[in-house]
């Protein structure tokens, strides 16, 4: 009987090199490497000759600076800082913004958009440039432009003077949230925290509806006493009606207090998908929400205290009413501003992390080979 099934091809068991001559002449890829006159940093390049799409790996020595200011038709620039972190500046709808990202951060450059970036001393980025290229004659046919009048604001603001890297980060800190708005959109990381934080209102009051349930069924359960020859609630467990309602207040208040944790948890995670707004960051939905979430929390400590002296005889009638009211609020409000201070302190400065963020273009590389444009 023949066997018309054609053999398998037998699978070489390594791979196979390609030469930078054979990647050039077979596949229009080819090496670039360089450094930078402006700046001192170097480039090491693999270029597509078909269609201007490139993997870049630049790194800076013991100097820094800026980049030149240009903008994209057609590519866009996606970065991965690797080590150390960059400024990045862009002009959009006719204002300057600068915004900080560091080690493991991903960010995506918009054509038309221009910008620059300014790199300090022992910095490593990973730069792929994908998309339809536009090609300029005046470049190497690269798509890398610096006709605009945005693109010349920018380099004149950027390159005018030598900046420190304080002068750098007071640029980033300068730049409004406002004006962060149209060019850093929520991304999915933001919107997975918020989802989380804006859940806990809704198990909050869960909780709150099952603790007076509770109440109801605890009160009831304790108010039966030997009927039909069994013995009530409390004295099988051997705790007072009092006792008892002092510990649903605290387990209930103690609940309360981990959904408040978590909601900071979330918040603070949140934080560094999103730059820190620069007004009004003590009042915002999310901090009003953690206020409420403790306020209620330490009402149910508060009555619990009460209830506590009451039974050991102390004389409360000391305290002023008024006192039952502010002193969990004041708490409540200490606790809140604890949390949020510790969110401010940790993201500031942080930016969006890996993830699709539209704002970001960083990197001037020319692509060329050699023609000195950067």
């Known amino acids: 009987m023949v066997n018309d099934e054609a053999p398998l091809t037998e699978q070489p068991s390594q791979e196979i090199p390609i030469s930078s001559e054979e990647a050039e002449r077979l596949y229009g890829i080819h090496c670039c490497h360089s450094k930078m006159p402006t700046n001192g940093e170097f480039r090491f390049r693999h270029l597509s000759n078909s269609d201007g799409t490139a993997y870049i790996r630049t790194q800076t020595a013991d100097d820094g600076g800026w980049q030149n200011s240009h903008y994209h038709k057609g590519v866009k620039e996606t970065y991965i800082i690797q080590q150390g972190w960059i400024c990045y500046a862009e002009i959009r709808d006719g204002r300057q913004r600068y915004v900080k990202y560091e080690a493991g951060q991903l ?3 918009e054509p038309f958009i221009a910008h620059n970036i300014y790199m300090p001393p022992h910095v490593i980025i990973h730069t792929v440039k994908h998309g339809d290229s536009v090609s300029n004659p005046n470049k190497n046919k690269n798509d890398w432009w610096d006709d605009s009048t945005d693109t010349k604001e920018l380099q004149g603001a950027t390159m005018k003077t030598k900046r420190t890297e304080a002068e750098i980060l007071n640029l980033v800190r300068s730049t ?27 198990v909050a009051a869960a909780i ?8 109801s069924n605890v009160i009831s359960a304790l108010s039966v006493k030997g009927k039909n020859g069994v013995a009530g609630l409390n004295e099988i467990i051997g705790l007072s009606q009092n006792t008892m309602l002092i510990l649903v207040l605290i387990g209930t208040a103690l609940l309360l207090l981990l959904l408040s944790y978590a909601v900071h948890r979330y918040r603070w995670h949140q934080g560094f998908y999103k730059t820190p707004p620069t007004k009004h960051r003590w009042i915002n939905p999310q901090v009003l929400l953690l206020l409420f979430i403790n306020c209620v929390a ?4 508060w009555v619990a205290a009460r209830v506590a002296l009451l039974i050991n005889g102390a004389p409360l009638s000391m305290v002023p009413e008024y006192f039952n009211y502010v002193l969990p609020i004041l708490i409540a409000a200490g606790i809140t501003w604890w949390q949020n201070f510790i969110i401010l302190r940790d993201t500031a400065g942080s930016r969006p992390a890996l993830g699709t963020a539209a704002f970001a273009g960083l990197n001037d590389d020319t692509l060329t080979r050699g023609s000195g444009a950067s």
């Open 107 to 109: 960010v995506t450059t």
């Open 176 to 202: 409004k949230l406002a004006d962060l708005a149209t060019a850093q959109p929520y991304n999915e990381a933001y919107r997975h925290f918020d989802n989380l934080i804006w859940a806990i209102p809704g």
């Open 208 to 215: 709150i509806a099952g603790v007076f349930a509770a109440f």
């Open 298 to 301: 330490f009402a149910f400590l």
